[in-house]
């Protein structure tokens, strides 16, 4: 089946540092991406959607310029968390979806998370 | 894109049927029922998906009502891997090309017991 893999699984670093964590569909060509981000006892929230080639969408109160997500091509999207702080510790899900077949509806599916603590 | 309804957690016996119910009133006509689920520490994991007939695939069974307003996923012999929160979520056909977003609830917790 359809394959996300997520990178790195897990990041301890110190506050001000910047960290990048990469999303890559294995098997298919995902031409649209999402960022997710869930803390403990809480469910996903969505981030942003990236289709690639083009700026992505941010959600409502996620700040562009601290989130940056790059999709440059149809098969990796990465996130960058800038100048990151205690308060951005949590867990970092990236989806990918295929291209829109006209006649068969295309399943999201998701990455393995990336946990991220700042210190 | 519909809200669901989901009750927050169940048990279900090892090798029983776990039958996890989904609200979706307001659900439209070109509206799937996706169902995903969440182990500890993992990303969420597709199980299966269904506009309007019952659907069966190697993981569970989808049953939706014949008015759509709600569905009920079975897992026909639940095994102590099959814990997990369970997300029942409505979003539009993409047939069009727009990127439409899962929105994720709270879903169920369903604990599988000895």
């Known amino acids: 089946g359809a394959v996300v893999s997520q990178h790195p699984s897990w990041v301890i670093c110190k506050s001000g540092t910047s960290v990048k964590i990469e999303c890559r569909s294995l098997?298919?060509?995902?031409?649209?991406m999402f960022w997710y981000r869930q803390f403990p006892k809480q469910s996903l929230m969505l981030m942003a959607t990236?289709?690639?080639?083009?700026?992505?969408?941010?959600e409502q109160g996620v700040e562009k310029d601290k989130f940056l997500i790059n999709h440059a091509s149809l098969t990796l999207s990465t996130l960058t968390v800038t100048s990151a702080h205690p308060e951005d510790s949590s867990f970092y899900i990236c989806?990918?979806?295929?291209?829109?077949?006209?006649?068969?509806?295309?399943?999201?599916?998701f990455g393995d998370g990336t946990r991220l603590s700042i210190l | 894109d519909a809200k669901t309804t989901q009750p927050p957690s169940m048990d279900c016996a090892e090798g029983r049927a776990a039958n996890l119910p989904c609200n979706h009133s307001?659900?439209?006509?070109?509206?799937?029922v996706y169902w995903y689920r969440q182990i500890h520490s993992q990303g969420p994991q597709y199980i299966i998906h269904?506009?309007?007939n019952n659907e069966t695939n190697e993981m569970a069974s989808l049953i939706i009502t014949e008015d759509r307003k709600s569905s009920t996923l079975i897992l026909p012999h639940a095994t102590l891997r099959d814990t997990a929160v369970y997300y029942c979520?409505?979003?539009?056909?993409?047939?069009?090309?727009?990127?439409?977003?899962?929105?994720f609830g709270t879903g169920t917790r369903l604990q599988v017991t000895l």
């Open positions: 990236s289709n690639e080639g083009s700026k992505a969408t941010y």
């Open positions: 269904g506009l309007k």
């Open positions: 098997d298919f060509q995902a031409t649209t």
């Open positions: 979520i409505v979003r539009v056909a993409l047939r069009t090309g727009t990127a439409s977003k899962l929105t």
């Open positions: 307001t659900i439209s006509g070109n509206e799937y």
């Open positions: 989806s990918a979806r295929g291209t829109v077949n006209a006649l068969v509806i295309q399943p999201q599916h």
